[in-house]
């Protein structure tokens, strides 16, 4: 594509932005050299991208610096960045819209930006949506069951489960709320719904499970189920009882209505129960007691760790991870060295830094890595070039119309795209998952096009025709550099693309950009960039 004449009037723009500063910055004069740095910028880059919501310039350099070991102490020590409490002072009454423009926010300028990317994969894993009834006016409930999941991103496994499954929000997605035990007289039994799916999605998965993710095969070859209907009912028997916090009667839904749900005893099966893999739960037990020893159960099944495990690598490093990657990883879910169980910072830690996701892309190209999903594509873009706006704040409240996606707003528990989804063609001929791929209607991928090119070629800083809520690219740096369309190349290559472009890409760009002349530098950096975020090649994380 080539930009149209009135980009020459928009060159002459950038001469009245005046002197330009450097906003891509190298790391601190301070940092100390660490042991482990990246082998290059590139890597860094590679590493980030996976690990973050999108590196920049100074990222980059700095992690060179630091080195690996260094950074995932810095991240791990880091606060976490809550929603909740911000949210909860805008008194945004029923408006999602807020929590949705906060989430942007911290994803793009949160320091803790490792536990936020973990929060956001287990988000999709552990799936609620305002796209549910019961949660559409729940802005700051739904930011509160966010923030569980940013909490538990570097804690355990079990706790995480119990935090989930005590959550209103989960409670009401899932109708785990006010679920009560069997009354015939009235024609009540347990609901099913949240039994199944903390089992199926959020825990064990439908069949038994190898230590890397395989299926497991009886003896004539078949799959064999992991738990059936029984196990269903039990596990609904188990949760029954539990209602919000602060409920003053059984139908009471209290303001605010985001904290742990409690037990209320009279609505509690209190029966004996046999679930998962035969486990016997005694009669005579308490709610909470029932829940406790269940997701005990649960946790220490021995499908828990590739299943989570693999997923995890889905999200954060590619579609496709090989059996022994995922072993791997697993082990450590397994075992993180000191003898826990379920550590999730030392998962993420195994995953990120297997051989497999830091050399995948060169021992097999051919099948590493993964599509990136839409809504990361636009965080790329925006944390490459500190995207900000006049007031300070990120407004996209609605993303899902061309991206697809939005924070909590899966159309399902199942998430946007499932695991497993391979798309017609090659890559379901070569047996490869492409999961982002579910959501890549003919629709989307045009409006996806055309949203990148809004923010590509007018989404600058300085535009004299955006508003104070627009979020703009800050691209001091890269008017530096226009004149040298193969240095401006080489820099994009490496904050967007980890330097993966290919010759073919590159001399197709180069050539577009050289038919400017070299003082079109604002012409020349926002069409090489809204090439490079709509290509079929930046959509691949590799």
């Given amino acids: 594509m080539r930009v149209a004449g009135r980009w020459r009037v928009a060159a002459a723009i950038v001469a009245a932005l005046g002197a330009s500063a450097c906003s891509g910055g190298g790391g601190d004069s301070g940092d100390v050299p660490g042991p482990d740095p990246p ?79 973990v929060a956001f994969a287990l988000s999709e894993i552990f799936v609620v949506s305002d796209a549910s009834g019961g949660l559409e006016g729940q802005p700051v409930q739904l930011a509160e069951y966010y923030d569980v999941l940013v909490r538990n991103a570097f804690g355990n496994y079990r706790e995480l489960l119990e935090d989930v499954t005590l959550s209103p929000a989960m409670g009401q997605y899932l109708s785990m709320l006010r679920n009560r035990k069997a009354d015939p007289a009235v024609n009540i039994r347990p609901d099913e719904n949240y039994a199944r799916e ?71 099966d209190t029966g004996d129960k046999t679930i998962l893999g035969g486990h016997y739960i005694a009669a005579g037990q308490s709610a909470r007691d029932d829940l406790e020893e269940a997701l005990d159960v649960l946790a220490a099944h021995p499908n828990v760790g590739p299943f989570i495990s693999k997923q995890l690598i889905q999200r954060l490093v590619t579609s496709n991870p090989t059996p022994e990657y995922v072993a791997r990883v697993a082990a450590v879910f397994a075992d993180d060295g000191t003898g826990e169980r379920g550590d999730l910072f030392e998962v993420v830690h195994a995953i990120l830094m297997d051989e497999e996701a830091r050399q995948g892309h060169v021992t097999m190209p051919a099948t590493f890595g993964k599509v990136r999903e839409p809504l990361l594509r636009q965080t790329a873009l925006w944390r490459a070039f500190d995207a900000t706006s006049a007031n300070g704040e990120v407004s996209d409240a609605w993303p899902e119309w061309y991206l697809g996606q939005a924070p909590l707003r899966s159309p399902s528990v199942f998430n946007f795209f499932q695991p497993h989804y391979s798309p017609p063609g090659v890559a379901a001929q070569a047996g490869l998952a492409a999961p982002e791929l579910q959501i890549a209607t003919d629709n989307l991928v045009t409006e996806t096009a055309n949203m990148m090119l809004w923010r590509t070629l007018f989404g600058w800083q300085g535009n004299p025709w955006s508003g104070p809520e627009d979020t703009q690219l800050q691209l001091d740096y890269e008017l530096t550099i226009a004149s040298d369309s193969a240095a401006l190349l080489d820099h994009l290559d490496l904050v967007l693309m980890s330097g993966s472009m290919s010759s073919e890409m590159r001399t197709a760009i180069q050539t577009v950009l050289d038919a400017y002349p070299t003082n079109a530098g604002l012409s020349r950096v926002v069409e090489a960039l809204y090439l490079i975020v709509t290509s079929p090649e930046f959509c691949v994380q590799k």
Avoid: C
């Fill in 39 to 117: 082998e290059s910028l590139q890597q860094s880059s590679r590493f980030l991208t996976q690990a973050t919501f999108g590196p920049h310039k100074a990222a980059i350099e700095r992690l060179a610096v630091i080195g690996y070991t260094a950074w995932f102490d810095e991240q791990r020590s880091r606060p976490p960045t809550l929603h909740r409490p911000t949210l909860e002072a805008m008194d945004p009454e029923f408006d999602q819209a807020p929590r949705v423009n906060l989430w942007w926010k911290v994803a793009l300028r949160a320091p803790d930006q490792l536990r936020q990317r």
């Fill in 198 to 268: 903390v089992m199926q999605l959020f825990s064990v998965g439908l069949v038994m499970l190898e230590p890397d993710g395989e299926p497991a095969l009886d003896g004539q070859g078949a799959t064999i189920p992991t738990y059936g209907q029984a196990e269903v009912e039990a596990l609904a028997r188990v949760f029954t009882g539990w209602n919000f916090a602060d409920a003053q009667w059984w139908d009471w839904t209290p303001d605010p209505s985001y904290a742990p749900m409690e037990p209320w005893e009279q609505y509690h």
